[in-house]
């Protein structure tokens, strides 16, 4: 079983959509749960970050984390044709020095006019 | 623009040869991260160097090697490859140890 499990898609909705983005991980030491959008053939980009359980608001965007159920989610409000791309949630692990990014699969998406 | 800048951008080489890609961080981070990009493995954690001392090691190969300049900037040395090499690899930086990663734009290495 992978640390982090993400629904590959692809994920096909008009625009002006609500998304709900999901990924489950098994790792108990995960402490920040990170948010990355990719376009094609570009590197990851910072969307946002949520530090242990609870909601974070930025924009359209909001992450949730549950800890409990390890379950993390993003959803996207109001979804724009800009927004297709794939997301990656990566559970980042820091201990001892160390920083780890464990990425999800990633799910694309596209949201079309 | 993260400010991560990737060298080169593309590299064709063949089976058994070596290459080196380069990076350098955002202004300011003492963090540098490597992670190949493939498309049945994802997203993997290769290694993490803070300051020009290696601090964590993922799934790197012993024919990749990694090292940190003094100027901070890193270099990833893949070596005997071969055609699963094939990837994207990308660089990120972070102001420290345990801050949010910026990645660079990644160097798409084909082998043949």
């Known amino acids: 079983q992978k640390e982090v499990e993400q629904d590959p898609g692809p994920l096909s909705v008009p625009e002006g959509a609500i998304v709900s983005l999901n990924c489950t991980y098994s790792n108990s030491a995960f402490q920040y749960f990170m948010w990355y959008r990719q376009y094609s053939r570009k590197g990851p980009e910072l969307l946002m970050y949520t530090y242990s359980s609870g909601n974070k608001e930025d924009g359209r965007f909001t992450a949730q984390v549950d800890k409990s159920s390890k379950y993390i989610s993003l959803f996207i409000r109001d979804s724009q044709p800009s927004d297709s791309a794939t997301y990656l949630c990566?559970?980042?692990?820091?201990?001892?020095?160390?920083?780890?990014?464990?990425f999800g699969a990633g799910t694309r998406l596209a949201v079309h006019p | 623009d993260s400010g991560v800048t990737q060298t080169p951008k593309h590299l064709i080489t063949a089976t058994g040869q070596r290459v080196t890609l380069r990076c350098s961080p955002r202004s300011g981070d003492l963090s540098v991260y490597w992670y190949q990009q493939s498309l049945d493995q994802g997203l993997q954690f290769l290694i993490q160097y803070y300051n020009g001392e290696e601090r964590a090691k993922g799934n790197i190969l012993e024919r990749f090697s990694a090292q940190q300049f003094p100027d901070l900037h890193s270099e990833l040395n893949l070596s005997s490859l071969e055609l699963g090499d094939s990837a994207l690899y990308f660089c990120?930086?972070?102001?420290?140890?345990?801050?949010?990663?910026?990645f660079g734009p990644g160097t798409r290495l084909t082998v043949l």
């Open positions: 990120a930086s972070s102001p420290g140890l345990s801050n949010e990663q910026f």
């Open positions: 990566a559970p980042r692990e820091v201990s001892g020095g160390y920083n780890k990014l464990i």
